[in-house]
């Protein structure tokens, strides 16, 4: 999720308020990539597919993020800092260019969106309330999955990711707000019956993806702009977590993760409308951006998805111009771990 300042946060968390309730094969175009060989020089310009949303009058702000295809080929994306009555969670027809709501509470704001390999349910992050909800496909049957504290302490859940069998992996940015390494990961059971943190002392943990083999977590610590890897064992144990990459993203920050087939993983950046691309060992291939025409009034790029099975990637970018949707042509084929989570 893009880092809001403190009076948005204040407005994240006053969502859930009655206060604020009260006033309130994919197609697509596609990237043109510079000529050469990939490397930082390597730039990938995004083109845009149609505008979702405008700033609210109610929050002062629009932020998409989550971006998650369904079965059935819809892209569904949230809105986080959407008020009651606006969309919430959105499903995107990127071939027909088309948006339906689906789902809208006065209460929620939700930071990221995936569906579960164990129940199909899309799930979603609640920032503000500490909490991480479930829905159907079609936005009904609201269940509160997992709420409460975690070692003593509640979270402020940003992203997640699913293995295989279906647990949840989140990136709790519990410290952000008060500037302290005070962040987490934290693995959730299917059932969500047990908590247990992974990793600790982490500064605004955000991102967070499975490599491609689901033998180990990246993610990402807005406020470090660096990249760590954290082994998984098969029933959720973990080794030592190592910083693998470090991001020189000037005045950018470190968002949202995704990692397609072949391992690559695409860094989300808050602060400018651009992503970057490395390979697992680290190495720079490419930057993806918004053409520097189309980029007044867009100031970052939360978040990714990539096609299943193929090469069509959709970037949520916001700002004061609104909440878009841009594509470009990733650089291997999309999978479950390609939802930025």
């Known amino acids: 999720m893009r880092r809001l300042p403190l009076r948005s946060l204040a407005v994240l968390a006053a969502l859930g308020s009655l206060a604020l309730a009260g006033c309130g094969t994919q197609s697509g175009g596609t990237g043109e990539q510079t000529a050469g060989a990939p490397g930082a020089d390597r730039t990938i310009r995004a083109q845009q597919v149609m505008r979702l949303t405008e700033v609210h009058e109610q929050t002062g702000m629009t932020l998409l993020e989550g971006p998650t295809f369904g079965a059935d080929g819809g892209l569904f994306v949230v809105d986080v800092t959407a008020p009651e009555g606006e969309p919430k969670v959105m499903r995107v027809d990127v071939r027909k260019k088309t948006k339906r709501a689906v789902h809208t509470d006065g209460r929620g704001a939700y930071t990221s969106a995936q569906f579960s390999p164990y129940d199909g349910r899309l799930y979603l992050t609640d920032f503000a309330h500490g909490e991480i909800v479930s829905l159907d496909a079609d936005g009904g049957d ?14 402020n859940p940003d992203d997640l990711a699913f293995d295989q069998d279906g ?11 008060e500037g302290k390494a005070l ?30 083999e689901y033998r180990g977590l990246w993610f990402s ?18 080794t030592a977590r190592h910083t693998a990459i470090r991001v020189d993203g000037g005045i950018a920050q470190t968002d949202s993760i995704a990692v397609d087939a072949d391992g690559n993983l695409y860094q989300a950046l808050h602060g400018r409308p651009a992503m970057v691309v490395y390979d697992r060992h680290g190495e720079r291939l490419a930057t993806v ?17 990539i096609a299943p099975g193929g090469t069509k990637a959709y970037m949520t970018v916001s700002g004061p111009a609104g909440g878009y949707l841009y594509t470009f042509d990733a650089l291997a084929k999309g999978t479950r771990q390609s939802n930025g989570g």
């Open 142 to 155: 609201l269940r509160t999955f997992f709420s409460g504290e975690v070692d003593g302490a509640p979270m």
């Open 167 to 177: 647990n949840l992996y989140v990136s709790d940015s519990r410290g952000l707000t």
């Open 183 to 212: 962040g987490r990961v934290v693995r959730i059971d299917r059932d969500g019956e047990e908590a247990t943190v992974l990793a600790d002392g982490l500064a605004a943990t955000n991102g967070v993806s499975f490599d491609a």
């Open 221 to 238: 610590e807005l406020t470090e702009n660096r990249i760590s890897y954290l082994p998984v064992g098969a029933k959720g144990g973990v």
């Open 289 to 305: 951006e918004v053409p520097a025409r189309a980029a007044e009034g867009l100031e970052s790029a939360t978040n990714v998805a």
